[in-house]
């Protein structure tokens, strides 16, 4: 069955570093987002994406974050300046369609210390 | 989006059919009832999605009531390997591609 495929699965970063999480989504679908949790707390949207650019963001996704599909299949979620704050578990995930459901990668947890 | 209520947790017993409820009692006729799924901090699993009939995949089945403000669940025969949160989120159909709102769910624990 298509996975959707993170990587790393687990990255640790100073503060005010940059990081970059990559996410190769299946290959034929055409929507794709990130999503974060934060240990012990709710699944959060961040940011979905078509046709190239950003459709719908939350008030979470500001300045420091950006997302980038540099080629035909990697999809990626840059951090500008992490924060403490920012440390949770990002997950990536893709959709044929924009009523379908979504398929889930299986994460990266980020520690930002 | 639909606000939805679910019971935090559950219990059921292995080989047993599983029934998660979720009240949606604001939802309007554009919007969908979705469920997914997380199995300990693993990424959210699709399950199921629906407007007013019911459906069943090789998963679950979901029904969904007549005035659509409630529906529910049914694993046919848990296994220990159904054990995770389970959300039932509410959302309208659209076209670009719009946020999945999780809430709190629901902690089924299939016992054996």
């Known amino acids: 069955e298509p996975e959707v495929t993170q990587t790393p699965s687990h990255q640790v970063t100073q503060m005010g570093q940059e990081v970059i999480l990559r996410c190769v989504p299946i290959?034929?679908?055409?929507?794709f987002y990130w999503y974060r949790q934060i240990l012990g707390q709710k699944v959060e949207f961040l940011v979905s994406?078509?046709?190239?650019?950003?459709?719908?963001k939350s008030e979470i996704f500001d300045d420091q974050f950006s997302v980038e599909r540099p080629d035909g299949s990697n999809f990626t979620l840059k951090i500008r300046s992490t924060k403490l704050e920012d440390s949770a578990m990002y997950f990536c995930?893709?959709?044929?369609?924009?009523?379908?459901?979504?398929?889930f990668g299986s994460g990266t947890r980020l520690t930002v210390v | 989006d639909a606000k939805t209520t679910q019971p935090p947790s559950m219990d059921c017993a292995e080989g047993r059919a599983a029934n998660l409820p979720c009240n949606h009692s604001?939802?309007?006729?554009?919007?969908?009832v979705y469920w997914y799924r997380q199995i300990h901090s693993q990424g959210p699993q699709y399950i199921i999605h629906?407007?007013?009939n019911n459906e069943t995949n090789e998963m679950a089945s979901l029904i969904i009531t007549e005035d659509r403000k409630s529906s529910t669940l049914i694993l046919p025969h848990a296994t220990l390997r159904d054990t995770a949160v389970y959300y039932c989120?509410?959302?309208?159909?659209?076209?670009?591609?719009?946020?999945?709102?999780f809430g709190e769910g629901t902690q089924l624990t299939v016992n054996p």
């Open positions: 994406f078509y046709n190239n650019e950003i459709s719908e």
């Open positions: 290959s034929n679908h055409l929507y």
């Open positions: 604001t939802i309007s006729g554009n919007e969908y």
């Open positions: 629906g407007l007013k």
């Open positions: 995930a893709s959709s044929l369609t924009g009523a379908g459901g979504y398929t």
């Open positions: 989120i509410v959302r309208v159909l659209e076209t670009s591609g719009s946020r999945l709102t």
